[in-house]
């Protein structure tokens, strides 16, 4: 018993300082992951009312289109309401639909390319031509069509962008599937008698973790940018939650009056936040490819 | 040559399944999308449930899916795409008629990333590690980050609104709206036909704004790669061949490494323009800007299916036979790859 503990926390440890050791040099890295953890903190701070400095959504008492002053740091939009306060509180919906999409896909494109790549002949040919052709088509597109039939919505946004990135995970674990299918430690691992099933999760799947992390990443800052597009052209929540892409659709109709404020916040958080996604996307390659580091790609 | 025939057709023929899984997918999205075209046209309306039912039945919507599905893959090999509910009008010929203004676009689009990401991405490479070099990658990373319709709102309010430069938005200016004839559609080869000065500038003025909006990210994109792709390539032994020879640094750079630097970033031409015409569905709609992207848009909204269907597909076989052309160039790029 105290064997086990000992021995636990001695790996516990040694995850850590290797994690840690990992990291020293990380400078994109670490920027991208405190800027994304920023964002998550803020956000799920700003969803209660003692947060932000006026209610994001009932606050009905300021003057009505004022550009940035002390009392508003972001103006005030056509409502009477509090810019900043909706701005802080808007990221809800983008990171709950990013994280949920890309953990859908991740999930759904990692197992059928595992599969497909494992088992081979017409389905797996049938499932490329599949993925291929989602692949090639515009996913904003895509995630447009598939928006309008699942209805507005955080769950169903989840669905429909989530969809788009499929072909993404499939194509990546497939080809390494069909690269760690023909090494001699899976043959040797199958003449001992082991299954497909176990093949696949114990030798297979996990050497395809690094570039499912570095991917992932990156899809995390697309999705930012697909979700704000939905919502920017009618597709995401409701108003009158708050919500970036919508203010700034509703911004634009005050744009020629010169309401530059309305649209200028919400869009430089939906780039932070994208920016801080792309980030930890690149430290993480960086990580997984220090080759790539040395040539500062 | 005959090689080249071969792999052409191999490939039309290759793209055949692939349309027809995509054209599968999107007509039974749209079957078991909640809404059919008659409720979305007359739903909220005072209206009988037996005058919707009529509706249904005259448009053909209410038989059974199989049934509707045979008869508009039978339509679409006589090269028939059904009518628009929504306009009333076959859907070939709506889609002709917004298609120009969306390749207008795209190509300017095109050329505004070409020269900005390719420029910026060969300054970086030819100066690494230098202050330029850091700004151009700040600038490549940030691009990617960039949301293409807020880019295009806060143009629109700097050189718009308040330097009042540029216009805001649409392809033509009030009054030459009313006089201009178009013959291809591509207003500013038709204003050059023309040969009106002040149409030409007002054509293109419109053009401005749009295309680097629709050409950020690709410039973006492009601009990183041309500088991973010659960085990889200035270290090479052959450059330094050409160095060691006494051959001038614009001479090494320009025929020796750019040469050969190209081929990586040829082979994500055709992908980019899959991107490109998702950010044009966002570019048209901030610009007003007649398109077939926004049309798409707009029969989304309305379920108005065979424009949906017409307006997927359309855009499919065109993003295909920009892949296969892509391909193709790719041979004459780099004399290694034959078909």
Do not use: C
């Not at chain 1, 953890?37 to 932000?52: D, E, G, H, K, N």
Request: proline share 4%.
């Amino acid at each position: 018993m105290t064997r086990t503990l000992v021995k636990g926390l001695d790996w516990i440890v040694r995850k850590f300082s290797h994690g840690r050791h990992a990291l020293r040099k990380q400078t994109i890295l670490k920027v991208g992951l405190v800027t994304v953890f920023l964002f998550l903190l803020v956000t799920a701070l700003a969803q209660y009312s003692w947060f932000t400095p006026y209610d994001p959504i009932y606050y009905r008492d300021a003057p009505r289109l004022e550009g940035p002053s002390a009392q508003h740091l972001m103006g005030t939009d056509q409502l009477h309401r509090d810019v900043f306060s909706r701005v802080i509180a808007g990221g809800k919906a983008s990171l709950l639909v990013a994280f949920g999409a890309v953990a859908l896909s991740m999930s759904i494109g990692s197992v059928l390319g595992w599969v497909s790549g494992f088992t081979g002949g017409f389905f797996d040919r049938f499932l490329s031509l599949t993925m291929d052709a989602i692949y090639s088509f515009p996913s904003m597109i895509l995630a447009m069509t598939l928006v309008a039939m699942f209805g507005a919505g955080i769950g169903p946004m989840i669905w429909a962008v989530g969809v788009v990135y499929i072909p993404t995970y499939f194509r990546v674990t497939r080809a390494e599937v069909l690269q760690v299918r023909q090494t001699t430690y899976v043959e040797a691992v199958r003449a001992v008698g082991a299954g497909n099933v176990r093949i696949i999760l114990r030798h297979v799947a996990p050497n395809t973790v690094n570039a499912i992390m570095a991917v992932s990443s990156f899809n995390l800052a697309d999705a930012i940018l697909t979700v704000a597009a939905l919502s920017f052209l009618g597709f995401g929540l409701p108003p009158p939650a708050p919500d970036w892409g919508f203010d700034i659709q509703n911004g634009q109709k005050f744009l020629q009056s010169g309401s530059w404020w309305l649209i200028t916040f919400p869009g430089l958080m939906i780039i932070a936040l994208s920016l801080g996604f792309g980030l930890v996307g690149e430290g993480i390659s960086d990580l997984v490819n220090p080759k790539r580091k040395r040539k500062r790609i | 040559m005959g090689g080249i025939a071969r792999y052409i057709t191999q490939r039309l023929l290759l793209t055949i399944p692939m349309l027809l899984i995509l054209l599968t997918l999107v007509f039974l999205i749209l079957r078991v999308m909640p809404g059919d075209p008659v409720s979305a046209m007359l739903g909220g309306r005072n209206v009988s449930q037996e005058l919707m039912d009529e509706y249904r039945h005259k448009m053909g919507v209410d038989r059974p899916i199989p049934v509707q599905y045979a008869e508009y893959l039978g339509g679409i090999i006589r090269g028939d795409f059904g009518k628009s509910f929504r306009t009333n009008k076959p859907v070939i010929t709506e889609i002709f008629s917004r298609f120009p203004a969306t390749l207008e676009l795209a190509f300017f689009g095109l050329i505004f990333a070409v020269i900005f990401g390719f420029g910026s991405g060969l300054i970086a490479a030819i100066r690494a590690d230098r202050p330029i070099d850091h700004v151009v990658r700040v600038f490549h990373i940030g691009s990617f980050a960039m949301p293409l319709f807020w880019l295009g709102l806060m143009l629109q309010v700097i050189f718009a609104v308040k330097l009042g430069w540029l216009p805001v938005a649409s392809r033509l200016g009030g009054r030459i709206a009313f006089t201009f004839q178009s013959i291809t559609g591509f207003y500013l080869l038709d204003a050059i036909l023309g040969g009106d000065k002040a149409v030409i500038i007002d054509v293109a003025k419109h053009l401005v704004l749009p295309s680097i909006t629709l050409g950020f990210a690709q410039a973006g994109l492009l601009g990183r790669m041309t500088r991973a792709s010659m960085l990889e390539v200035l270290d090479q032994d052959y450059v330094t061949t050409a160095r060691a020879k006494g051959l001038q640094e614009r001479v090494v750079i320009l025929y020796h490494a750019l040469r050969n630097a190209l081929i990586p970033i040829v082979t994500v031409f055709g992908l980019q323009f899959a991107i490109l015409m998702g950010g044009a569905v966002l570019t048209e709609t901030v610009f007003s800007w007649p398109g077939i992207a926004s049309f798409l848009v707009r029969s989304i909204d309305a379920r108005d299916w065979f424009a949906i269907q017409g307006s997927v597909v359309f855009i499919a076989i065109f993003i295909s036979i920009i892949n296969l052309i892509v391909d193709i160039t790719y041979s004459f790029i780099d004399p290694r790859v034959r078909y």
